[in-house]
T-cell receptor
């Protein structure tokens, strides 16, 4: 598997439900970032979690990081139709800050 | 809130032509990056730039590619002789502290090579 792999590849839920996306990676990291991308648009930064952190919250977003398992999860609570997008994790392993992206999870939230 | 801007939003060019994609990073950022995303695929790293020189580059970033920060504000990616497979969305990104900091992405330039 490649650095920064998300699962599931696609997730379809009803508005109001929670959505959980997972990301696994292979090499050691400085930090891990989650981004959202609406179809054909740019990457919107959601949250950054550093390698010495285990959990972070931002509004309806909760990110966890388990460096022993080399995995992270993104939880979106009380989802809305506007959350429909692709979500990517990106790991940063070097001081120069190159990000390595996963394949992404496509989330569809049905109204 | 400051934003990264990119121009043009869409560039159409003929194979073999040179293109220059432009980015204006956030003013206090010191680390700059170019990424690309071929339609339906993941975002791929091209090059990182710090202190007026390339810090790291990927295998994709061959001799046809170059980057420049000509005037302290703009950050450009030049493709000397475009190929069909260069068609992609190109994203510029910046960060203030390199590997320990959030990278902020621009909206992208969609490059179509005919």
């Amino acid at each position: 598997s490649q650095q920064g792999e998300e699962d599931p590849q696609a997730l379809s839920i009803q508005e109001g439900e929670n959505a959980t996306m997972n990301c696994s990676y292979k090499t050691s990291i400085n930090n891990l970032q989650w981004y959202r991308q609406n179809s054909g648009r740019g990457l919107v930064h959601l949250i950054l979690i550093r390698s010495n952190e285990r959990e972070k919250h931002s509004g309806r977003l909760r990110v966890t990081l388990d460096t022993s398992k080399k995995s992270s999860s993104l939880l979106i609570t009380a989802s809305r139709a506007a959350d429909t997008a692709s979500y990517f994790c990106a790991t940063v392993g070097t001081n120069a800050g190159k990000s390595t992206f996963g394949d992404g999870t496509t989330l569809t939230v049905k109204p | 809130e400051p934003e990264v801007t990119q121009t043009p939003s869409h560039q159409v060019t003929q194979m073999g032509q040179e293109v220059i994609l432009r980015c204006v990073p956030i003013s206090n950022h010191l680390y700059f990056y170019w990424y690309r995303q071929i339609l339906g695929q993941k975002v791929e790293f091209l090059v990182s730039f710090y202190n007026n020189e390339i810090s790291e580059k990927s295998e994709i970033f061959d001799d046809q590619f170059s980057v420049e920060r000509p005037d302290g504000s703009n950050f450009t990616l030049k493709i000397r002789s475009t190929k069909l497979e260069d068609s992609a969305m190109y994203f510029c990104a910046g960060a203030s502290l390199g590997g320990t900091d959030t990278q902020y992405f621009g909206p992208g330039t969609r490059l179509t090579v005919l």
